[in-house]
């Protein structure tokens, strides 16, 4: 059972922005307004990392390489939440991967490819 989507994955030349989308449909607004989002990415010759995370009560943050480049958000009423990268480099190359966490369970989606060329 998939029950976290992710979309806005693509193939960019260096220096351009994607805005990657996340959707939970199956919770309600209250539910996922508690939620803490996080986005990982994993390129195969590394390990899946944690690039940004959100917590319901506002806070954010991100991996030392995506700071002042990525940016966390989230629409709860959507039941979304986005990551809006730009300046990309080669080295943002991977598969993104959206994890909602709720009520002391992980909840991954299927992941989106996301290239950036030069």
């Known amino acids: 059972q998939v029950h976290v989507v992710e979309s806005g994955g693509g193939t960019v030349q260096a220096g351009g922005s994607l805005r990657l989308s996340c959707a939970d449909p199956?919770?309600?607004?209250?539910?996922?307004?508690?939620?803490?989002m996080a986005w990982y990415r994993q390129s195969p010759g590394n390990l899946r990392e944690l690039v940004a995370v959100?917590?319901?009560?506002?806070?954010?943050d991100y991996a030392d390489s995506v700071k002042g480049r990525f940016t966390i958000s989230r629409d709860n009423a959507r039941k979304r939440v986005y990551l809006q990268m730009n300046n990309l480099e080669p080295e943002d190359t991977g598969v993104y991967y959206c994890?909602?966490?709720?009520?002391?369970?992980?909840?991954w989606g299927q992941g989106t490819q996301v290239t950036v060329s030069s």
């Open positions: 994890k909602i966490s709720r009520r002391g369970s992980d909840y």
């Open positions: 959100s917590t319901s009560g506002g806070g954010k």
């Open positions: 199956r919770v309600i607004t209250s539910v996922f307004s508690s939620d803490t």
